[in-house]
Nanobody
């Protein structure tokens, strides 16, 4: 069955960096779009970044220039490199897999995704 396991979260001071990983198993990783979402304390879940099998990428405006999404199809792993972290980046970060291998126009729309990891927490202090 499909499994997504995030890791790499932690506590960091503002301006610092972290790299999140999402290890995927149970399906052909290279065929599906993937994405990172986050949910901060008292906030709704929001999209962070998405990546197509071919490597096409979308970022939320709030993270453009600071976060980088990437994937290693051999290792079946999704990454999120986060730099210049801000207190408002504090959240639980989730990776997600698309419902199908079809083309996704808007990678940041959560309804395209139906498999989710358990999340990894990121805390940024000022």
């Amino acid at each position: 069955q499909v499994q997504l396991v995030e890791s790499g979260g932690g506590s960091v001071q503002a301006g610092g960096s972290l790299r999140l990983s999402c290890a995927a198993s149970g399906y052909s990783f290279s065929l599906f779009s993937m994405a990172w979402f986050r949910q901060g304390p008292g906030k709704e879940r929001e999209a962070v970044a998405g990546i197509r099998p071919s490597g096409g990428i979308n970022y939320a405006d709030s993270v453009k220039g600071r976060f980088t999404i990437s994937r290693d199809n051999v290792k079946k792993t999704l990454y999120l490199r986060m730099s210049d972290l801000k207190p408002e980046d504090t959240a639980t970060y989730y990776c997600a897999r698309a419902r199908s291998s079809d083309w996704i126009d808007n990678l940041l729309l959560s309804s395209w995704y139906n498999y989710w990891g358990q999340g990894t927490q990121v805390a940024v202090s000022s």
